[in-house]
């Protein structure tokens, strides 16, 4: 038996669907992998990217080469991807087809409309997040509602990470069967820092023992709003709130890589936080550099199930994040941190201040608040919900 594990970019596979092939592998079948790996937008460093693909041809998956599918309006791209896809499909004659990402996942279901009828293949569509949500601009609701409810015709299951989304695919999509599963899970394990993190990581970064450091992981692109942080830390500076004696008492400091780097590198300069905010690249130390911070804050404007956050709240940090779908899954307000409105700098200044007034032991309260949530969302359990589902779906 085969399986055909299928994504937009390279990223989503490696980051997101590692376990999923070892399960598919486990149950009996060979898997090939498709996705785009010259992606401008992954946050992967082309060193990552290398290894990724060498440990995929290590577990023995078979890799297939698609166009990039992050812009729906690249017409050239998308008819391309089809085409690798439907030739892949129709030779291979999958059992199993795993697609995500709402482009691709479109674009994937088209083509295997004629071997779900001739071959019997099924295929698993998994959300990560619906482009249209409440609060989208109406034109995700015209292009993207549109075409995950034709496509939704020809899904067998559809797999939804967040509430509203499983409510939305009940009540509007037409998918034979849908269900709720926690994300992708969180592996607790992976996060576990080194004995002196704490110290060594802080005097890497200059930070004086009484300073609180915020930290951001993740994907350096718009829609994670990180802009809107600089923008909040120069507004309490206006206000006489970041420094004391001279020194900031608050730093904050971005992990990742991405297409506007250069863009926050700017804003920093602009708004005179140069002593303040700090870009830290892509990190391998990320469970050391959690320890050496104090509040993480998430301030995107659109997520499913954000595994960032997940991993901020199972290593116990307090957390500052936008109140937005797949957040409120994971955060109530004023228990494990506080949530803010992503569009208003006044909002997320105010939630700032809130984590800065916490001493020491509400911070550890709160984050062991987080660490008891993230139970519920435990790699484990959500591993245990794939093989269920995949055993099932044949």
């Not at 949530?339 to 909002?347: K, R």
Request: glycine share 6%; hydrophobic share 40%.
């Amino acid at each position: 038996m085969k399986a055909l594990m299928h994504a937009h970019t390279a990223y989503m596979v490696t980051q997101f669907n590692i376990d999923n092939i070892k399960i598919l592998q486990s149950l009996g079948y060979e898997v090939d992998v498709a996705c785009c790996w010259n992606d401008d937008d992954s946050a992967l460093s082309a060193e990552a990217m290398q290894a990724a693909r060498i440990k995929l041809e290590d577990m023995g998956c078979n890799i297939i080469e698609t166009a990039s599918l992050r812009k729906i309006y690249d017409i050239g791209e998308l008819l391309k991807s089809y085409r690798i896809l439907k030739k892949a499909i129709e030779t291979e004659k999958y059992a199993i087809i795993h697609t995500q990402s709402p482009i691709g996942g479109v674009i994937c279901r088209l083509a295997a409309r004629r071997a779900r009828k001739r071959f019997g293949t099924k295929v698993m569509y998994e959300a990560h997040g619906f482009h249209f949500f409440e609060g989208a601009p109406k034109k995700n609701w015209l292009i993207y509602y549109n075409a995950e409810k034709f496509c939704s015709r020809f899904t067998d299951l559809q797999v939804t990470i967040n509430q509203e989304d499983f409510r939305a695919a009940n009540k509007n999509l037409h998918a034979k069967k849908v269900v709720y599963v926690p994300g992708v899970g969180v592996d607790t394990h992976k996060f576990r820092a080194t004995e002196d993190a704490r110290v060594r990581v802080r005097q890497e970064l200059g930070l004086d023992k009484d300073a609180v450091a915020l930290l951001s992981v993740g994907e350096l692109i718009p829609r994670k709003n990180h802009i809107l942080v600089l923008r909040a830390l120069a507004n309490m500076q206006s206000r006489g709130l970041i420094n004391v004696e001279g020194k900031p008492k608050v730093k904050y400091f971005i992990a990742g890589r991405g297409r506007i780097e250069a863009d926050l590198q700017d804003e920093i300069r602009a708004l005179g936080l140069g002593d303040v905010a700090y870009m830290l690249g892509f990190r391998r130390d990320v469970a050391d550099v959690f320890a050496a911070c104090d509040l993480y804050v998430f301030p995107s404007h659109q997520e499913g199930l954000p595994v960032a956050l997940m991993e901020a709240m199972s290593v116990g940090m307090p957390c500052i994040a936008s109140e937005i779908r797949g957040n409120v899954d994971l955060l109530s307000d004023g228990q494990g941190g506080y949530l803010f409105d992503s569009h208003d700098v006044e909002s997320l200044t105010d939630a700032l201040l809130k984590g800065l007034e916490l001493s020491q032991q509400d911070r550890i309260e709160m984050g062991q608040v987080n660490i008891d949530t993230m139970q519920s969302f435990d790699k484990d359990t959500v591993n245990a919900s794939m093989r269920q589902l995949y055993e099932e779906l044949v």
